[in-house]
T-cell receptor, first 111, second 114 residues
Framework: KNQVEQSPQSLIILEGKNCTLQCNYTVSPFSNLRWYKQDTGRGPVSLTIMTFSENTKSNGRYTATLDADTKQSSLHITASQLSDSASYICVVGDSSYKLIFGSGTRLLVRP | DADVTQTPRNRITKTGKRIMLECSQTKGHDRMYWYRQDPGLGLRLIYYSFDVKDINKGEISDGYSVSRQAQAKFSLSLESAIPNQTALYFC?????????????FGQGTRLTVV
């Protein structure tokens, strides 16, 4: 069964600290993997996309990694800001472009 | 203006009532989706449409129906609402023509069935 699992479920960090969110998937065949940010009460917005051949990709303070062999991805947030408080959702696309969503990691950044 | 617009944003309805959630998009995408989100769970696919003449059930379609009135419009109906359909509903679009799978979401409709 195609699944996407994320950890931790929730995370609290102090402003300025770094954190790493994890995503494991069993989707096959794999097309790509996206990380989305969902602010409270709003729809998810894409942060970055990873394809099979990519290992690391950065978008400002966000860096995503992908290990296609172990079927793992991570999202690293550097020098966190209060505005980073949100849910982060890992989404994997299969070859038919069906999207499989993880349940998300809820991040709270405290002053 | 938002690329994907959902109406209403919030709705409280009674058990047994029929309700329609509407979605319109200006992105020109052929593919449209309806998802629901419950606390602690990922977004779950209710229905999706790859073009105006194509409607497909998702993983949790029971109790729901959809209508694709035009490329830009995709409506979700609850024929007889029940309390466990209380959730946050999202409409989304995508255009895999570039080999990409980015989904563009609306702002969501918070539905409460009492």
């Amino acid at each position: 069964k195609n699944q996407v699992e994320q950890s931790p479920q929730s995370l609290i960090i102090l402003e300025g600290k770094n954190c790493t969110l994890q995503c494991n998937y069993t989707v096959s065949p794999f097309s790509n993997l996206r990380w989305y940010k969902q602010d409270t009460g709003r729809g998810p917005v894409s942060l970055t996309i990873m394809t099979f051949s990519e290992n690391t990709k950065s978008n400002g303070r966000y860096t995503a990694t992908l290990d296609a062999d172990t079927k793992q991805s991570s999202l690293h947030i550097t020098a966190s800001q209060l505005s980073d408080s949100a849910s982060y959702i890992c989404v994997v696309g299969d070859s038919s472009y069906k999207l499989i969503f993880g349940s998300g990691t809820r991040l709270l950044v405290r002053p | 203006d938002a690329d994907v617009t959902q109406t209403p944003r919030n709705r409280i309805t009674k058990t047994g009532k029929r309700i329609m959630l509407e979605c319109s998009q200006t992105k020109g995408h052929d593919r449209m989706y309806w998802y629901r989100q419950d606390p602690g769970l990922g977004l779950r696919l209710i229905y999706y449409s790859f073009d105006v003449k194509d409607i497909n059930k998702g993983e949790i379609s029971d109790g729901y129906s959809v209508s694709r009135q035009a490329q830009a419009k995709f409506s979700l109906s609850l024929e007889s609402a029940i309390p466990n359909q209380t959730a946050l509903y999202f409409c989304a679009t995508s255009d895999p023509g570039q080999g990409d799978t980015e989904a563009f979401f609306g702002q969501g409709t918070r539905l409460t069935v009492v």
